[in-house]
């Protein structure tokens, strides 16, 4: 049997009233994603527990296969994984964003799309100018990076009870009732200050600010957290997996779920990402591997932005690049299943992410059709066949159930 899963980031979203009272599902043309639903089933689940945070790293944590109550530790933890950053037991790892915050708010969660080799030495100068005793940063990929606490400490200066705010929770808003709260948040607030001062003149924001891009203000840290201890994916559910990404997050992920790490040329994490290139190596995989995950960042993305076009072409060119093409190829296996589902909601409207139920379809053998015709919010919305604890789905898609 061949798997495949296909994740439209943050896809989920509310109807809208620029089309119609339709959803961005139902508004697109997606061909494709409604074969799926019309050979199979739609239902709808819920990734993330009401007292989690609705962010990717707890909400593909549930939809492939792992609760999240018992294993969800933080969202920088899991992106370590991705880098091969060795943590001990007692370290702390946290998310570390490079953002524009100009007048208290927050202008842009991504500090304008900032380069890698750009983030690289902002990176580089706050590990020689702030890093306090056990602290070291790690630049990732753009705007995504990471700083890790390492102590020797089991007590450690942070806790569950420390809160941090995702920056893009924050587009367009103040930022001031966002900063870090509870046990170690003064830490976490000095270098975020700190670095706003060492940032503000530096050759790199220079050059930025010249050639009229957003500069990167300062750091902005959040999604700490202490390494999970995950059962590898094989041993849990008996299949080989590999996964499609671009983002550090789901790297981590199938790191630690012992997964192959298929890396795509051309693949950005962002709405310029080559859908047909992850298209081309999943089917390619299928040859090597039980499963396959495809993940598209876009989607999430334009949401972020508030961008309904943008959202309707990314859902577009995964349906024509990724949803078709795997489908296609697993049919030439026999028997398969294939799984298009996102992770979360991430309404325009709001602009970040939500609790809330998904919708998903399954096709494949021994999936009897359940008479739907489309795959939207909507029709999954109707549907009898429900997951309140999304993490119980990937049984069902699996057939172990």
């Not at 049997?1 to 009233?17: H, L, N, R, S």
């Not at 370290?91 to 524009?100: E, G, Q, S």
């Not at 927050?106 to 900032?114: R, V």
């Not at 709260?181 to 000095?190: A, K, N, Q, V």
Request: aromatic share 8%; glycine share 10%.
């Amino acid at each position: 049997m061949k798997y495949a899963i296909i994740i439209p980031d943050g896809c989920a979203d509310e109807p809208q009233e620029t089309l119609g009272g339709k959803t961005h599902l139902q508004a697109a043309n997606i061909p494709a994603m409604d074969a799926v639903a019309a050979e199979g089933i739609v239902g709808r689940s819920v990734n993330v527990p009401d007292c989690l945070p609705p962010g990717s790293d707890v909400a593909n944590l549930s939809l492939l296969g792992y609760d999240p109550l018992a294993h969800f530790t933080g969202r920088a933890p899991l992106e370590a994984a991705a880098q091969g950053i060795a943590m001990g037991p007692n370290d702390w790892a946290v998310r570390c964003n490079l953002v524009t915050i100009q007048d208290q708010v927050m202008k842009d969660f991504t500090a304008g799309h900032i380069s890698t080799a750009e983030a690289t030495e902002l990176l580089k100068s706050a590990q020689e100018h702030l890093a306090a005793e056990g602290v070291e940063f790690f630049p990732g990929v753009s705007y995504r990076n990471l700083m890790l606490l390492r102590t020797n400490d089991p007590a450690g200066p942070f806790s569950q009870d420390t809160r941090t705010t995702p920056p893009h929770d924050l587009t367009d808003k103040s930022v001031l009732d966002g900063y870090p709260r509870g046990p170690g948040s003064e830490l976490l607030s000095r270098l975020m200050d700190e670095s706003m001062t060492l940032f503000a003149d530096h050759p790199v924001n220079q050059a930025r600010v010249a050639a009229g891009k957003l500069p990167a203000t300062n750091v902005w840290l959040w999604g700490l957290g202490r390494v999970p201890q995950l059962t590898p994916f094989q041993e849990l559910y008996g299949v080989r997996g590999a996964m499609i990404t671009a983002v550090d997050l789901l790297r981590g992920i199938a790191s630690l779920f012992g997964w192959k790490r298929i890396e795509v040329p051309g693949a950005t994490g962002y709405t310029d990402t080559d859908y047909a290139a992850k298209g081309r190596y999943a089917i390619d995989a299928l040859k090597d591997v039980d499963l396959v995950c495809v993940h598209v960042e876009a989607t999430d993305e334009a949401s972020h932005e508030g961008d309904t076009p943008a959202k309707i072409k990314a859902l577009e060119e995964i349906d024509r690049h990724i949803v078709g093409p795997v489908h296609e190829a697993l049919k030439g296996y026999g028997e398969y299943r294939l799984l298009v589902s996102p992770d979360h909601p991430t309404p325009v409207r709001t602009k970040t992410h939500a609790h809330g139920f998904v919708p998903w379809a399954i096709a494949g053998s021994g999936i009897q059709p359940d008479g739907a015709a489309a795959y939207d919010d909507a029709t999954a919305a109707r549907s009898e066949t429900a997951f309140v604890e999304g993490w119980k789905l990937m049984e069902f898609f699996l057939g172990k159930n």
